[in-house]
Nanobody, 122 residues
Framework: QVQLVESGGGLVQAGGSLRLSCAVSGRTFSRSAMGWFRQAPGKEREFVAAISAGGGLTQYASSVKDRFTISRDNAKNTVYLQMNALKPEDTADYYC???????????????WGRGTQVTVSP
């Protein structure tokens, strides 16, 4: 059974930083592309960042580029999302996902975590 468990969310003031983690079990992590998505209340789930299985390729949504960094530690079966210079519009539930290919669409990922909440106050 594949499990993805996010952690690291919380409340932070605008301009602050948070680091999200996603621990993966039950799947060969080193062969999985990983993605981070977010969903704000009343909005659709949107792509944030993705990283290839080997970690050599990354992709970001334009809204977070230069502020967020995705990384992975294949020895720990964990993917991270470092979020700097946070804005109130970054407030959302953040989800990690695992799939065979690094993509920006939700349908491209087979496994999902339950999410971690990030709230950025003005």
């Amino acid at each position: 059974q594949v499990q993805l468990v996010e952690s690291g969310g919380g409340l932070v003031q605008a301009g602050g930083s948070l680091r999200l983690s996603c621990a993966v079990s039950g799947r060969t992590f080193s062969r999985s592309a990983m993605g981070w998505f977010r969903q704000a209340p009343g909005k659709e789930r949107e792509f944030v960042a993705a990283i290839s299985a080997g970690g050599g390729l990354t992709q970001y949504a334009s809204s977070v580029k230069d502020r967020f960094t995705i990384s992975r530690d294949n020895a720990k079966n964990t993917v991270y999302l470092q979020m700097n210079a946070l804005k109130p519009e970054d407030t959302a539930d953040y989800y990690c996902a695992a799939g065979d290919y690094m993509r920006t669409t939700t349908s491209s990922y087979d496994y999902w975590g339950r999410g971690t909440q990030v709230t950025v106050s003005p």
